[in-house]
T-cell receptor, first 109, second 115 residues
Framework: GQNIDQPTEMTATEGAIVQINCTYQ??????LFWYQQHAGEAPTFLSY??LDGLEEKGRFSSFLSRSKGYSYLLLKELQMKDSASYLC??????????WGAGTKLIIKP | IAGITQAPTSQILAAGRRMTLRCTQD?????MYWYRQDLGLGLRLIHY???????GKGEVPDGYSVSRANTDDFPLTLASAVPSQTSVYFC??????????????FGAGSRLTVL
């Protein structure tokens, strides 16, 4: 079956760095997305990886290893506004998104 | 409007009642989707439409129907609501289905409670 696993909740300190991991099992693979979702709001796009390696976008970076079925989202210089849920989603062979349950990130001062 | 508009924002209804959640986008995106989001679960696809005039079933289509008469609108109907349909419903759209980098734009969500 198809599955996306990510931790339910993580806590980090303002100004620090946090890494949110995601492992995936999909029928075929056409890339992996990360979305951010603040409480009570819509998910918004953060990153898309289809090739192995690290993609950097300002304070946020996303990494993919296709051979390991693994991705992570790296957030640097954490700010209070980064408190949100981070959703990992794999794209299967039919270009359907398989979503993880999300990781709730709590930032403490 | 800019992006996706969903209505209503929140609704409480009695079991057995019919309910339509509205979704309108102004980005001229080809594809539209309806998801439900429940605590502890990932977003689950209910129905989708790759282009106006076509629809398809997602992972959890039972009890729901959709139509896509034009590019902009994609209403979701619950013919006879049941308590298990209590959820937050998100409408989304994307420019080009069937490609890997198919970024979704989401509406703000409709919180539905069925009693």
């Amino acid at each position: 079956g198809q599955n996306i696993d990510q931790p339910t909740e993580m806590t980090a300190t303002e100004g620090a760095i946090v890494q949110i991991n995601c492992t995936y099992q999909t029928s075929g693979f056409n890339g992996l997305f990360w979305y951010q979702q603040h409480a009570g709001e819509a998910p918004t796009f953060l990153s898309y990886n289809v090739l192995d390696g690290l993609e950097e976008k300002g304070r946020f970076s996303s990494f993919l290893s296709r051979s390991k079925g693994y991705s992570y989202l790296l957030l640097k210089e954490l700010q209070m506004k980064d408190s949100a849920s981070y959703l990992c989603a794999g794209v299967d062979s039919n270009y359907q998104l398989i979503w993880g349950a999300g990781t709730k990130l709590i930032i403490k001062p | 409007i800019a992006g996706i508009t969903q209505a209503p924002t929140s609704q409480i209804l009695a079991a057995g009642r019919r309910m339509t959640l509205r979704c309108t986008q102004d980005m001229r995106h080809n594809a539209m989707y309806w998801y439900r989001q429940d605590l502890g679960l990932g977003l689950r696809l209910i129905h989708y439409s790759n282009t106006a005039g076509t629809t398809g079933k997602g992972e959890v289509p039972d009890g729901y129907s959709v139509s896509r008469a034009n590019t902009d609108d994609f209403p979701l109907t619950l013919a006879s609501a049941v308590p298990s349909q209590t959820s937050v419903y998100f409408c989304a759209s994307s420019k080009t289905p069937g490609v890997g980098a198919n970024v979704l734009t989401f509406g703000a969500g409709s919180r539905l409670t069925v009693l």
